[in-house]
């Protein structure tokens, strides 16, 4: 991307700063009435050239990361683009940008019910509220830095993991420094507070129904924790040669949850499946050569996406375990964060490149198989005709 004599697709832009998160902003927030605020009343917002306004609610990707401190000249902020599906298009530019000064906001989770999101900065976590900006020309929406302090998450250090369980009514992070803590929300009562859960909690999600939570630390087994008890009730073992990377729970079609751990071994990534009654793996299979650098699973559970460290996309289907489509190069550097939209109607993911893509996830036609044994039945036909027209001649 970016290189050659091919412009660039219009479902991927460049949008200034290393991106480390990303999200779909839920369609409450556009369709609801969230607080309205005077553009000229925040110096540290830039509004942007993003994509003019349509009589159709508009899509919002929002997006955060930067240059962390120092003198690199580039900003920390947290962006809004808006992603038109007609057109399979993201924003030239950021619809929204807010500045966050010298702190990185390298993790994000979005609340479910579009009230807010809450970013990992270097030594504290932020709650931040949208907001609807109103100009003379258009009306769109926008972010401030809530007045709502998170006491608890106040100079705890850096957090790698956040997650909201589906109602959003609990919310989990994951310390670099290996504590991993679950509060309700947004009262931010104390439901598990965990000294050392790991070395360092790299990953962790809730299961559908919020009664389980799943955690990953650098090196050593994976925990389950029964948030009622709060208490381990599983630890998963890993092998010899494989790193726990990424985990997240789903549902399998008849209702079933299921629990996918993306890890890498020496012959690359593969997709770990574990049941949610033993607690036992029931499936592995490779899915990529290259080592993973982000995971994510679709709301209705049928698909599976991977990122590579090569910038590659690839998406599987859950239940056969088989790739569905490939996306090289979808990124010139890492892919560092992926997420399906809520009607897994497609995929939002980034990279340190400062790159933005949405993969809108097409149909795999089920009629190509039919198709070619047709084709084949006709060519057969033909040289059995030719066969025999040669075999009447004197």
Known sequence: MGKGKNPDPPNYKKYGVPLYGAA???????????QPIDQNQEADQDPGEGSTQSPAAPTYVVFCGGGGEGRSGIPNAILLAEFDFASNSLSDMPVFKLGIGA????????????????????????????????????????????????THLEDVGQQLALAFNNDG?????????GNLRVFKWPS??????????????KDLDFSPDGKFLVSLGSGGPGRVWDLTSSTVVASLPKENDVALGFCRFSQTNDGNQVLYIAAVRDQGACILTWNTTMWNKVGSKQIVRDSISSFSVSADGKLLAVGTIQGDIVIVNS???????????????????????????????????????????????????????????????IAAYLMKIKEIKP
């Open 24 to 34: 779909w902003v839920p369609s409450t927030v556009i369709n609801g009435p969230p």
């Open 103 to 150: 702190d990185l906001p390298y993790r994000m989770a979005v609340h479910p019910s579009g009230k807010g999101l809450i970013c990992s900065l270097p030594k504290s976590c932020k709650w931040f509220q949208w907001v609807e900006i109103k100009t003379e020309e258009v009306h769109k929406q926008g972010l401030k830095l809530s007045e709502k302090v998170l």
């Open 169 to 177: 009514s609990m919310l989990a992070v994951g310390g670099e420094d």
């Open 188 to 201: 931010m009562e104390n439901v598990l507070s965990e000294a050392q859960a790991h070395t360092t909690v």
């Open 319 to 381: 239940a056969s375990m088989k790739v569905q489509a490939v996306v090289r190069k979808a990124h010139l550097g890492i892919v560092t964060t992926m997420r399906f939209s809520q009607d897994s109607r497609a995929l939002v993911s980034a990279s340190m490149d400062s790159s933005a893509r949405v993969t809108i996830i097409e149909e795999k036609k089920k009629n190509g198989f039919n198709l070619w044994i047709i084709v084949f039945i006709i060519i057969v036909a």
